[in-house]
């Protein structure tokens, strides 16, 4: 090639077009948009931002005096040992309603926690919060390792609270919920979960609560009562004018007790002399008849003060009846439900009422042998304020009361019950003039609102109905499925159940004999009897401001 030639310049637009060629990039494909994430998703991932900001806001959070109680009480509620403590002291009271919410809560506890335990973690698996921001002496203990979601105390504290809630005064369940509610804020102020954790919780063991009503029905405090505004009795600061009939061998007090604690009717007599110390206090022997007793302390009295069991205030109301004087029930005995119906469960309950000096009328039901006029004096030595059962019911109560001297009242009760649903037989009777094979009924004094066969609250005391139950069979009772029916409080389960309300039951056994319990007595009746009532026939002191 020769020396002195030279490569031509490239012209001047390919330099340009190549130059803009570098500095712009080349055209990109299309790109699709991305997905919106869905409204489900965008709404957790807010929720958690949430939650997880409101965790770190109680962390920062200084509460002067807290540092050292929540922890402990966060701690003193592991595996439910707060809870369960609180339910033992309940029991260990005289009060049945405060025996019923301990009952009540513990169940709820043990059926809200395996939910959440059990099945609740391990669905969601949600890791523990990270606590550099919670001050270590809020952490005192080790941190729990399990799953967070949902907060197993917080379930725990919410269904003993709503149980209690359900059955105690609000003496007692307010401090009860306060406390859930301290547990679990600790929760959250110790660094254990977040706040979305605890909400979960309390609502699954307020849900569990709420759904013990499905199998028991929660009890009203007090049942309803037509107070008298025309009708005035005369009130002693000291108790002049009462005359209380003590029965000391009733329910409770009898046989079951050690000796070195008073039964409930010996705390009653020493609650009387204390807070009313001009009464006359008749003790009633097992001996003596007891009927007399009544009668003649009635004839004196201003006011007649039973204290005893249900078959002591039916006794009592008997000769209140037939002498016109208000009866005041004073607890005394094993189930007092018509004491407790008033809303009186203690002896100082009692006591407050005829202080307050209100007095209601209630009905009376009572049972009469066929062709008995109505109003005849009669009626009056068969009434019955609580409820009356003929059939199984009777052989259960003989059952128990001969097992009873050796055994003790509940053990005993609970051999009769199963030697009872062995081998009892249906009744061949006529019922309203039909015939039926009836193996268990009841009579209530108004309409019960509990669904088991024995039913033991009413809303009402004066509705002026008869509350009849009855399990009827053309052959042989399934025992297994009717004692079951019978221990759970759902005798509606039992073939051949019937359940009406009426002013009148008519009743006529083909076998030529009738034994009928009455508040618990038992005692031979004619063969054709009929039930019926008085309506606001008894007066009787009630709380001026019963229990809510």
């Known amino acids: 090639m020769h020396a002195n030639h030279r490569r031509r310049p490239l012209p001047a637009r390919v330099v340009a077009d190549a130059v803009s060629a ?20 965008t709404l957790l991932r807010r929720l958690g931002r949430l939650d997880r900001w409101a965790f ?23 595996h439910g040992v707060l809870w369960f403590t609180s339910a033992g002291v309940m029991a260990l009271t005289r009060r049945a309603s405060l025996r019923r919410a301990a009952l009540r809560g513990s169940i709820a506890i043990a059926v809200a926690s395996p939910v959440v335990n059990t099945v ?22 080790k941190l729990p390792t399990s799953h967070a979601f949902p907060s197993g105390h917080s379930a725990s504290a919410a269904a003993f ?34 706040p979305g954790d605890v909400l979960a919780g309390l609502g699954i063991g307020a849900l569990t609560a709420v759904g013990t009503r499905l199998v028991w029905p929660a009890r009203p405090p007090v049942a309803h009562v037509t107070r008298t505004v025309t009708e005035d009795v005369a009130i002693n600061g000291d108790g002049a004018g009462v005359v209380a009939v003590v029965n000391t061998a009733s329910g409770e007090n009898a046989g079951d007790r050690p000796s070195l604690l008073p039964g409930p009717a010996e705390a009653a007599v020493h609650l009387l002399g204390r807070d009313l110390p001009a009464a006359e206090i008749v003790r009633y022997d097992p001996g003596d008849d007891l009927a007399k007793v009544m009668e003649e302390a009635a004839a004196r009295a201003e006011v007649l003060a039973v204290v005893g069991g249900d078959g002591t205030v039916n006794a009592g109301a008997q000769a209140a009846l037939r002498h016109d004087v208000p009866l005041l029930p004073i607890p005394g005995g094993t189930f007092d439900h018509f004491a407790r119906a008033l809303g009186m469960e203690t002896a100082a309950d009692a006591v407050a009422a005829y202080r ?3 007095l209601g009328r209630v009905d009376v039901a009572f049972v009469t042998p066929a062709g008995t006029r109505p109003g005849d004096p009669a009626e009056i030595d068969s009434v019955f304020l609580n409820t009356a059962s003929f059939g199984a019911y009777t052989e259960l109560v003989d059952r128990r009361e001969r097992l009873e001297g050796r055994l003790g009242k509940w053990p005993a009760l609970a051999v009769a019950a199963w030697r009872t649903f ?25 309409g019960y609102g509990s669904r088991g066969p024995a039913p033991t609250w009413r809303e009402h005391l004066d509705d002026g109905r008869l509350d009849i ?8 009772v399934p025992r297994v499925r009717a004692l079951a029916a019978v221990l759970v409080g759902h005798l509606h389960l039992t073939p051949g ?26 005692d031979s009746t004619a063969p054709a009897v009929r039930f019926g009532k008085r309506p606001g026939a008894l007066k009787v002191f009630c709380p001026r401001n019963p229990p809510r």
Request: net charge positive; proline share 9%.
């Open 497 to 522: 159940y019937k359940h009406w309300e009426d002013g009148v039951l008519e009743l006529v056994a083909a076998d030529g004999g009738l034994r009928l319990a009455r508040d618990g007595e038992v």
């Open 161 to 194: 609270a709503m149980g209690v809630a359900m059955e105690a005064p609000r003496a007692v369940a307010v401090p009860v919920a306060a406390t859930a509610a301290a547990v679990a804020f600790a929760r959250i102020y110790t660094g254990a979960h977040y």
């Open 356 to 358: 307050g000096g209100c």
């Open 422 to 446: 062995r081998h009892s037989e249906p009744a061949e009777m006529d019922v309203n003039g039909r015939r039926r094979h009836v193996w268990l009924a009841f009579v209530g004094n108004c």
């Open 22 to 41: 570098w500095i712009t990039p080349p055209p990109s494909r299309p790109v699709a948009p991305a997905a919106e994430p869905a409204p489900g998703r």
């Open 120 to 141: 609740g973690k391990q669905a969601f698996r949600r890791k523990r919060p990270v606590v550099d921001l919670v001050p270590p002496i809020r952490i005192r203990w």
């Open 469 to 476: 139950r009855m399990v009827t069979a053309g052959r042989r």
């Open 56 to 78: 770190d806001r109680v962390a920062a959070a200084h509460l002067p005096g807290l540092e050292y109680v929540l922890p402990r009480v966060s701690r003193a509620a592991d």
